[in-house]
């Protein structure tokens, strides 16, 4: 057994201790914002919070977060009310979707440690996570709308 704390909610695993993260999530627990992209942690698409810090799911093992807190797209804010959540619609950010839960958690991630970043932190800080549809400068867009109204 393997406890951790998902989305603020102790959960006591029982699977195989290597198991990604991303699949864990998404298998065991049935939280199914958190995308499998690539699995080689170089798009993004599968990116959480773990003790707050932006990580990416497919190369993290269950027992590397064993006793520690993760926070997925659906923890972020269930009613869809967090600044990010709502900036992302405003700017119509998202296309296809597939890689918004990842580009919003990093995006949160920003956020939490600088209130107002620049542009170019904005930019560098969300190098590496794609989007195959290139949303970049909608997505830049919404986490300055967030920042500012957030």
């Not at 923890?75 to 119509?92: F, T, V």
Request: negative net charge; hydrophobic residues 40%.
């Amino acid at each position: 057994m393997i406890a951790i704390t998902v989305n603020g909610v102790r959960r006591d695993l029982d699977i195989d201790p290597q198991t990604p993260l991303v699949w864990a999530l998404r298998e065991t627990l049935g939280l199914w914002g958190t995308k499998f992209g690539c699995g080689v942690a170089q798009c993004g698409a599968c990116t959480v919070h773990v003790d707050g810090e932006p990580t990416r799911s497919c190369i993290t093992t269950i027992e590397q977060v064993a006793g520690r807190a993760v926070t997925t797209i659906e923890g972020l804010s269930p009613d869809g009310s967090h600044p990010l959540q709502k900036a992302w619609i405003a700017e119509q950010a998202p296309q296809c979707g597939y890689c918004q839960s990842g580009q919003i958690m990093s995006a949160a991630a920003l956020l939490a440690d600088r209130k107002h970043p620049t542009r170019a932190e904005i930019v560098e800080h969300m190098n590496g996570n794609i989007c195959r549809c290139g949303t970049y400068l909608r997505i830049i867009a919404a986490i300055e709308r967030a920042a500012a109204e957030g």
